[in-house]
């Protein structure tokens, strides 16, 4: 039976509403900076992290993730700003409503995204991550973790040595902190101490009011707006691409943290129901004037290290965030942006898969390539791209390794040579097995016994054939064993000497029709 409690709440409501507030503060720079990367508002960004974090938190296939506007989306936007500014400044708009037109665009493009991310999940995709090999997701995390560190650089542009202090101390307290309590989230007590630290000394640091005034925000909360160019194809076909991209690239994001959280947690969440809360959460961002995004890895191990569990955690994160913006916004402002650089370092040292160097010279060399592979890929170009490309890469070394096909060979009494083989026959596999025989120097009676391997292609019957012939051209008898009636049937030369035996597997051909 269903525990609501455990499944909304956690089994620690403290702990989840605690943690919330930790992430709610945490969110906020982030969903400024990546709005600057999309070339529109702040306010886009803390709208897309309100509303998607809620819906997600509400919905989604794990408890204790945190969605919100993210870097990996952001950059895609990047295209759509500049796409639609080209067409709107055609139109001769400037000024305020050419940024509220480029909006429209980037909703249009959320709405777009969210339907596709639905599908995906209404039709039972999202299994398919677990395609992504392990090596692959170590990779992920890896470079994610050295991404979520570097991105950080930006914030120390021009920083002195009272922002370096508040740094380390913000580290040292999250690190020292939990050994002696965890009563209370070390990031909330770090943000705590020393936001008054500085406020009270008056210190010189970068604060999070000097990355954007908070305050003209006061009171505003997200409204709903039809976008006004859904209906124009024009705008359709412009943002449609994009909307692709952001769509699969929210739903790999996603899909690959959900399943390091499943490690963390040993308990397994739903991909496709995620899917699904992705792209309501999209669609309903869109509507209410907010970028769209996807599952944030980093706030997301913010939360579930420091307690947060339940959907509790989620939600008060996300409602947080958007009471703290439209009514707090004067608090917001003197956080010290060093405090949240501090947390973001220590996520990113617990993000690193640390053993995964200690596993790399024992692991097979396929499998290091692949981690190497992705980790660099991550960092230099784009996520999707890194996990595509270790997908592919584990599938080549796959088919590489698998393309052999064995034989043994024996003679009867009678003087009949036996070829037994073993190993899936395709057009990788081929070569190998073509290699395998000594027809000039072979006996008059040949049998080919294939009840250890698999013809898989058309590629595999057509070597049968072809092998079969240059048996006949020699003059030489032949039978062949233990292959699938479908096998048989589609056979032209070797069909007639196929035996039919009683053990003879059953399978189907992989045909080009």
């Known amino acids: ?70 870097g990996a989306v952001a950059i895609v936007l990047v295209g759509v700003s500049i796409s639609s500014k080209a067409v709107l400044q055609a139109q001769g708009l400037t000024g305020e409503e050419l940024s509220f037109g480029i909006i429209q665009y980037i909703t249009l493009t959320a709405i777009i995204a969210g339907l596709i991310q639905i599908a995906i999940g209404a039709f039972k995709m999202g299994k398919f991550i677990r395609l992504v090999p392990q090596p692959a997701l170590h990779g992920f995390v890896n470079g ?24 380390l101390g913000t580290m040292a307290t999250m690190y020292f902190l939990p050994k002696v309590t965890s009563a209370i989230p070390s990031g909330l007590v770090a943000i705590i101490v020393f936001t008054l630290g500085v406020y009270l000394t008056g210190a010189d640091t970068k604060l999070v009011g000097d990355l954007a005034n908070l305050s003209e925000f006061k009171g505003l909360l997200p409204s709903f707006h039809i976008p006004d160019v859904i209906l124009n194809l024009e705008a359709i076909k412009l943002v449609l691409p994009y909307a692709v991209i952001v769509a699969l690239v929210g739903i790999i994001e996603s899909l690959l943290t959900l399943s390091v959280l499943d490690e963390i947690s040993g308990k397994r969440g739903s991909a496709n129901q995620e899917c699904i809360a992705q792209g309501t959460g999209n669609i309903t961002c869109g509507l209410f004037g907010a970028m769209p995004g996807c599952v944030m890895i980093g706030q997301s191990i913010i939360n579930y290290t420091s307690g947060g569990l339940g959907r509790l955690s989620g939600v008060v994160a996300s409602v947080g965030l958007i009471l703290l913006v439209a009514t707090l916004t004067d608090l917001l402002n003197i956080i010290p942006v060093a405090i949240l650089v501090g947390i973001m370092f220590m996520v990113s040292i617990g993000t690193f898969e640390w053993s995964s160097f200690a596993r790399i010279t024992k692991m097979p060399k396929s499998d290091a390539f ?46 009949t ?17 073509n290699e395998g025989f000594d027809i000039l120097n072979d006996p008059d009676n040949i049998v080919l016994d294939f009840k250890d391997a698999r013809v898989v292609d058309i590629s595999g019957v057509e070597a049968i054939d072809s092998i079969t012939k240059k048996y006949q051209e020699a003059n030489k008898n032949i039978k062949i064993r233990h292959l699938s009636d479908e096998c048989k049937s589609i056979m032209k030369n070797a069909g007639q000497f196929c035996t039919y035996e009683e053990d003879d597997p059953k399978y189907k051909v992989v045909m080009d029709y």
């Open 1 to 70: 039976m269903l525990n609501i409690k455990d499944t909304f709440i956690g089994k620690n409501a403290k702990s989840d509403i605690l943690s919330g507030l930790v992430v709610a503060v945490a969110l906020v720079p982030e969903a400024i900076a990546f709005s600057f990367i999309a070339q529109v508002s702040p306010i886009v960004g803390l709208y897309a992290a309100f509303i998607l974090g809620l819906i997600t938190a509400l919905i989604g296939g794990k408890p204790g993730m945190i969605s919100g506007a993210t």
């Open 144 to 167: 994610l973790a050295v991404v979520i560190a570097t991105s950080q650089f930006e914030f120390l542009d021009g920083a002195g040595m009272v922002m370096y202090a508040i740094i």
């Open 370 to 415: 692949v981690l190497v592979s992705v980790t660099g890929i991550t960092i230099v170009a784009d996520l999707a791209i890194a996990v595509i490309s270790g997908v592919i890469i584990s599938a080549l070394v796959f088919a590489w390794k698998h393309a052999k096909v064995t034989s043994k060979t024996h003679i009867e009494e009678d003087g």
């Open 417 to 433: 040579k036996v070829y037994e083989f073993d190993g899936p026959l395709f057009f990788g596999s081929v070569t190998s097995f």
